[in-house]
């Protein structure tokens, strides 16, 4: 079976979104250690396309010929295009790392090994593995009778041998494997610093390397060496949908499940000797189901995100100040004061402290009597999950729904879920088929004996960390017309039988795609009556098949279509006959682009909207999202601002289209870098309404 209209594939797709990434570790234009940095997304980035999307290529290769057939594209075919890209974009890879390290030198900063070491160097090495590292190692030694042990994808780990060498005999070897502490401390360690100014940096690898004498002293050899590995298991967890059994065991079951699963890519020092090799792959049973693939000397390249900053202020972005909110300065009550207008924050320009601001004063309002909240992801030291044990040690009912399906955050959620539980909050967990998405916080109030409802509805996660580098934005409002449909939703986590009836949110699975449907039908019926008819769209992800093709009938209609989508876009923009009216870029920059904003031209009369859900089949039905129509004049022009500048970007833009040359947007505008000039624009709005 083949897709009936021009598509590309999603996993191809998402790999073009990581090349731009990587162009970002590439460009000279980007600080050297941010470059570095970005280096460390593109490998966990493809870290988790191994765990999630490859493991979901395997399971339809294994499928049989006849359900194979059933499938739009032949996963055998796809794998072999994800091999190749990927070895393209490693060979880069390895060149972009190269040139970083020149470019650090010319900083005086050298990353070196343990071969490289002046006297008093090593003398500190020693130092440092004796004070801080010695103690986080925990070295296991293999024979061919031992079971190997169950390792942790997420780290990395030396391969060792020691032996007597005579000649080129080998008498008496041994086997061993050292997780690198990675997780517990840095990857990097810098050395004291130099009279003559210059950084030496040393991966923790080979400070390990250094003193492997040291570590494996009891034994008898005359060499040992030690070589990176790394590999990556299946992360899709089979959840069990037996509706006896709670969600929370499952997940339990199932993130146990993940610890063994099957390994899906081994990666290795490429100058790991072949009998050292074939040892590990037999001692660990990796099979032609594994990818193994040939590496350089470090791996887990993912630490680079936390690489250190050196105290080299241009080596690094410098993040100006957090702007003001001006409608939330020098108020007595937030809640009051949204009984006079809805509030638009934009992070990372304003601080994620007005939402937590929000939560604490309805811990200590009197007047309000519970609080409803959404968790998705949250900060390790979470000052969200605090605001709601304080609401509940001031007598507060709260609810909470935390989702224990985010990928990733599955058990630090099973640890939330318990401590709030035990703080005496009711705690949802789970809906049986579908995954709660939505970022929603809901306050009940009672004023002149009625409940009044306040809500907070956004595009994020109530994540403090997260909330300063991805762009995300929330709305606060006490419209009734809103609020009281978002009280429905929560009824519904509370009673999954009964079916709220939305008409202002658009809520996932229930209507959110219909709606969608018939906004984009009214520009086609307005495109055809000559009316104005435009789409603008800001996403992540664009994959839905039904979508796709109904934008294709909008453009074929003469609906003029923008799309800002930062990560897959599986619609072809230009394509003769489908969609010469619709143009696509995608921005990569130092923040994350992470909101979701749609508007519609209704005949100049024109809709706004914002919210979590993107255009995937899983966010519209199979997860709950919230889409929440916007109401305030105010509001609706910062976010058609938001999405213009975006749009006149020309430094940090790129073109989507069908050759995937992710080529940066040229214009004959001035140049616009969008998250500066939207930076720009926030601090001139708050100057110019200052109370």
């Known amino acids: 079976m083949k897709n009936e209209i021009p598509i590309i594939n999603r996993e191809l797709s998402w790999l073009s979104f990581n090349e731009r990434v990587l162009q970002e570790a590439e460009s000279k234009a980007v ?3 941010e470059r570095l940095k970005f280096l460390g997304i593109f490998s966990n980035n493809l870290d988790e396309f191994f765990r999630v999307r490859v493991a979901t290529i395997k399971n339809l290769m294994s499928l049989s010929k006849s359900s194979q057939r059933k499938i739009p594209e032949d996963p055998a075919l796809i794998m072999q295009q994800i091999q190749n890209k990927i070895k393209e974009l490693q060979k880069r890879y390895n060149a972009c790392f190269n040139n970083i390290l020149i470019d650090l030198e010319k900083e005086n900063i050298f990353i070196i090994d343990e071969k490289h070491l002046t006297e008093e160097q090593g003398e500190a090495v020693k130092l440092f593995y004796n004070s801080k590292l010695k103690l986080d190692l925990f070295p296991i030694i293999l024979d061919k009778y031992s079971k190997f042990p169950i390792l942790n994808d997420s780290s990395i780990y030396l391969a060792i041998w020691f032996f007597n060498q005579k000649k080129k005999i080998k008498t008496n070897i041994k086997h061993a494997l050292l997780e690198i502490p990675a ?5 990097f360690y810098v050395l004291p610093k130099q009279e003559d100014g210059k950084t030496f940096v040393m991966f923790l690898d080979d400070v390990i390397r250094y003193n492997l004498k040291d570590i494996f002293k009891i034994y008898d050899f005359n060499t040992i060496e030690a070589y990176t590995f790394k590999f990556t298991r299946n992360a899709e967890l089979d959840i069990d949908n037996d509706v006896s059994t709670s969600i929370l065991d499952a997940m339990k079951r199932s993130l146990k499940k993940r610890v063994s699963a099957e390994a899906l890519r081994f990666l290795y020092d490429e100058q790991m000797p072949k009998d050292l090799l074939l040892f590990l792959i037999k001692k660990m049973s990796l099979d032609k189901k594994t990818e193994i693939f040939p590496g350089a000397r470090y791996h887990n390249f993912k630490d680079f995100m936390r690489f250190p900053d050196l105290d080299k202020a241009d080596l690094v972005y410098q993040y100006e100040p957090q702007v003001k909110q001006p409608d939330l300065e020098n108020i007595k009550s937030i809640l009051d004061t949204l009984q006079q207008k809805d509030i638009l924050l934009y992070f990372p320009y304003h601080p994620f402290d007005y939402f937590l601001d929000l939560l604490r ?15 998705y992801r949250l900060a390790s030291q979470s000052n969200v999950i605090k605001s709601l044990i304080t609401a509940l040690q001031n007598g507060k009912d709260v609810t909470v729904f935390i989702e224990l399906k985010a990928r990733f955050d599955e058990a630090a959620n099973i640890k939330w879920a318990n401590i709030l ?21 809901l306050i009940t109030r009672r004023e002149k004996g009625q409940k009044i409802y306040y809500a907070s509805i956004g595009t994020g996660n109530m994540h403090e960390k997260t909330a300063r580098i991805y762009t995300d934005c929330t709305m606060f409002t006490a419209n009734q017309l809103l609020t009281r449909e978002a009280r429905m939703l929560f009824d519904f986590f509370e009673r999954n039988y009964v079916i709220p009836k939305f008409h202002r949110l658009l809520v996932a699975p229930f209507n959110l795609r219909n709606r969608l449907i018939q906004l984009i039908n009214r520009e086609i019926r307005n495109a055809k009556n000559g009316k104005p008819a435009t789409i603008f769209m800001k996403m ?32 072809i923009p230009q394509l003769p006959n489908f969609s010469e009216n619709i143009q696509a870029i995608s921005i990569i920059d130092k923040f994350l682009e992470h909101s979701r904003i749609f508007i519609f031209e209704n005949a100049g009369d024109k809709e706004y909207y914002f919210g979590s859900a993107d255009l995937m089949s899983r966010n519209l039905d199979f997860r709950v999202e919230v889409i929440c129509p916007v109401y305030d004049e105010t509001i609706k022009q910062q976010l058609q601002i938001t999405l213009d500048k975006q749009w006149e970007d020309n430094i940090k833009a790129r073109i989507l289209d069908k050759n995937e ?10 140049p616009n870098q969008s998250q500066q000039v939207l930076y720009n624009y926030w601090k001139d709005y708050a100057n110019e309404n200052e109370n």
Do not use: F, W
């Open 661 to 670: 040359q992710n080529e940066i947007v040229q214009n004959n505008l001035a």
């Open 361 to 375: 004063e309805a811990a200590i309002d009197p007047k309000v009597s519970h609080i409803r909240i959404t968790l």
């Open 421 to 441: 539980r035990d703080a005496g909050a009711k705690v949802i967990t789970g809906i049986n088929g579908l995954k709660v998405h939505s970022k929603l916080c």
């Open 183 to 187: 997780n517990s401390m840095s990857r």
């Open 540 to 571: 992540n992800s664009l994959v839905d098949e039904e979508m796709i093709t109904k934008l294709y009938q909008a453009s074929k209609a003469g609906v003029q279509i923008k799309l800002i989508v930062r990560g897959i876009c599986s619609l």
């Open 31 to 33: 600080p050297v250690v």
